[in-house]
C-alpha cells in the first residue's frame, strides 16, 4: 500500500496557518503530519506563543524552539516542576497527592533521584545487555515467524515491558496486565485506552490519583504488595531499593511517595520506549534507503539510535511553571503562567539541525532534546532506553529480507505522548 507522507515530507512546503494553530486541540494530534506543521508554523511565526485552553485551564505559553527549550529546562528555580508537569491544573492538595520525583525539585529531588540513580548507570544497564539480546531474540523470533502481524502487538509491546518486569523483579505471567495499566494510565485522552477520559466529569472523582485514573489505585496496590515482600531483604530489584533505602537528604520515603515513585516507574518506561521502536520501524519503512544503509552497515546502529530518538519525539511536551515575572523569546511571562517545553519541535528546529525533516541514519551531533535538555529532571531511563533500542535495531536490521505496510497506522489521541497504535506489516525474513 502507498504510505501516506508521515512526520512530514509536506511539513516546510506545507505549514499550518498561524491562526489555525491549536496545541490545545487534540483532534490536531489524531494523524502524523498536523502536529509538526503546527510546529514549524509556531518555531517560524511566533516561537514563545501563548495558546488558549479550554475552562478549566487558562492556557499556557508554548515554547518551540531548541535555544529557548533548553533555557527553560536548565533553569528549575524560574520555571518550577513543583506545580505539576503536564497541562491539567492541579491544586496545592492534589499537588501533595500526586507528586513523584517529576514533580520536586531541588535538595529532596536530588535526594529521591539518587536512590536509583545507579540502578540506571552504565555500569549497572550495561550488564544487562545479555539478558536484553536474549530478550529480543526471543521476541523477533516469534513475530518473524508469522509473517504478517502487527508490530506494536508483537515488537513494540511487549519488549519494555520484559525489561521492566526484569527490573521490578516480578514474573512474566504480569507482564499484560503491566502493559495495560500503562495503556489506561498514559492513554487518558484517548477512548480506546481510558476507562475515565481525563476531560470527562466522572475524571473528577479520581482527582487525586495519578493521571487521574482508577487504574493508578490498582498499579499502587501491586506495588504495595511487592513493598512488603521486599522491605528488609537484600534483593538489587528497583523496589528492594526503594523500600531499603533511605534517601540522602535523611527524609524516608512515605507510603504515598512510594506508591507515586512505583507507578512513575511502571508508566515512564514503557508507552515511551514502544512508540520510540514503533516509529523507528515505520521511518526505515517509509526510507527503505536508510534501512539499506544499516544492513550495509550496521556500526552505524548506535548513530541511528539518535536519530531513531529526534524523529521518534515520543514524549510530545513537559509543562514548568513560572517562579516570577520573566522575558522568554522576547514575550512576557508571568509568575504563575505555565510554561510548556515541545520537545518535538526542538527536534525539528533549522537552527540546530541540518534537514530537519529528513530522516538520516548517519547524522552527527545529533543535539536532540527527546531526554529533555541539561535539566535536573533528565529521563533517569535515557542510558536503559538507548541500549533497548540498540539493541532491537542491531537485532531486526539483518533479519529482515524486506517489509512492508499493509494497513492504517491509527494514532495515539494525546497531544502529550506521540503514540501508534498499531503498525501492520509483512516481513520476509533474510
Ligand atoms: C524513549 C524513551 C523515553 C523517553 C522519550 C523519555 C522521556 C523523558 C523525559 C522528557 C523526561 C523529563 C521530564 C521532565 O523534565 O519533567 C523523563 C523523565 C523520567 N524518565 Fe524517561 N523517557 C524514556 C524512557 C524511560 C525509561 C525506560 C525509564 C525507566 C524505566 C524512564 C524513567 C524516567 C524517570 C524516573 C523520570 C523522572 C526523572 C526525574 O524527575 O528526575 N524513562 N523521561
Known amino acids: 500500500m502507498t504510505i501516506a507522507p508521515d512526520h512530514i515530507a509536506g511539513t516546510a512546503a506545507e505549514p499550518l496557518p498561524l491562526a489555525d494553530v491549536n496545541l490545545a486541540d487534540l483532534d490536531n494530534f489524531a494523524d502524523g503530519s498536523t502536529p509538526w506543521r503546527m510546529f514549524h508554523t509556531l518555531r517560524h511565526e511566533d516561537p514563545v506563543h501563548w495558546q488558549e485552553e479550554p475552562a478549566p485551564n487558562s492556557g499556557f505559553w508554548a515554547v518551540t524552539r531548541h535555544a529557548d527549550i533548553a533555557r527553560v529546562d536548565r533553569d528549575a528555580e524560574t520555571f518550577t516542576s513543583t506545580k505539576f508537569t503536564n497541562l491539567e491544573e492541579v491544586d496545592e492538595d492534589q499537588i501533595k497527592k500526586r507528586a513523584s520525583i517529576l514533580e520536586l525539585d531541588g535538595v529532596r529531588h536530588r535526594a529521591m533521584r539518587s536512590l536509583l540513580q545507579r540502578q540506571f548507570g552504565a555500569k549497572v544497564i550495561n550488564s544487562y545487555a545479555d539478558f536484553l539480546r536474549g530478550l529480543t531474540t526471543k521476541t ?21 515491558i520484559n525489561v521492566l518486569a526484569r527490573l521490578l523483579d516480578v514474573p512474566p505471567e504480569d507482564n499484560q ?14 477512548p480506546d485506552y481510558a476507562d475515565v477520559l481525563l476531560e470527562s466529569e466522572e475524571s473528577e472523582k479520581y482527582r487525586d490519583l495519578p493521571f487521574r485514573s482508577p487504574a493508578s489505585l490498582e498499579v499502587f496496590e501491586y506495588g504495595r504488595e511487592l513493598a512488603r515482600r521486599r522491605r528488609g531483604g537484600d534483593g538489587t530489584d528497583l523496589v528492594s531499593r526503594l523500600v531499603n533505602q533511605t534517601p540522602r537528604d535523611g527524609v524516608p520515603l512515605s507510603a504515598q511517595d512510594f506508591d ?29 534507503e536508510q534501512l539499506a544503509r544499516l544492513q550495509e552497515d550496521p556500526s552505524l546502529v548506535p548513530t541511528a539510535v539518535e536519530e531513531f530518538l529526534r524523529w521518534a519525539s ?47 541514519v548517519t547524522r552527527a551531533d545529533n543535539d536532540h532534546v527527546t ?8 529521563c533517569l531511563g535515557n542510558l536503559l532506553a538507548r541500549t533497548e533500542i540498540r539493541i532491537m535495531f542491531e537485532e531486526l536490521i539483518p533479519r529482515i529480507s ?9 494514532r495515539v489521541r494525546s497531544n502529550f505522548v506521540n503514540g501508534i497504535k498499531k503498525l501492520p506489516v509483512e516481513v520476509t525474513v533474510a
Not at 371 to 378: A, E, I, N, Q, T
Request: charged letters at 25%.
Open 402 to 410: 524486506s517489509i512492508r505496510l499493509t494497513g492504517e497506522v491509527p
Open 177 to 190: 496486565q503491566l502493559i495495560d495499566w500503562g495503556n489506561r494510565i498514559i492513554g487518558n485522552t484517548d
Open 314 to 360: 515520543p514524549v510530545y511536551h513537559f509543562r514548568r511553571t513560572a517562579t516570577r515575572d520573566v522575558e522568554l523569546g522576547g514575550k512576557h511571562i508571568k509568575e504563575g503562567d505555565k510554561v510548556v517545553m515541545w520537545y518535538a519541535s526542538g527536534n525539528r528546529d533549522e537552527a540546530v539541525f541540518t534537514n530537519p525533516y529528513d530522516f538520516d
Open 260 to 288: 507515586n515513585y512505583f507507578l512513575l516507574l511502571v508508566v515512564a518506561g514503557n508507552e515511551t520506549t514502544r512508540h520510540t521502536i514503533t516509529h523507528s520501524m515505520l521511518a526505515l519503512l517509509q526510507h527503505p
Open 371 to 378: 531526554f529533555g535538555k541539561g535539566s535536573p529532571h533528565l
Open 140 to 160: 523477533l523470533d516469534a513475530a518473524l515467524a508469522k509473517g504478517s502481524f502487527d508490530f506494536v502487538k508483537e515488537v513494540s509491546a511487549d519488549f519494555p
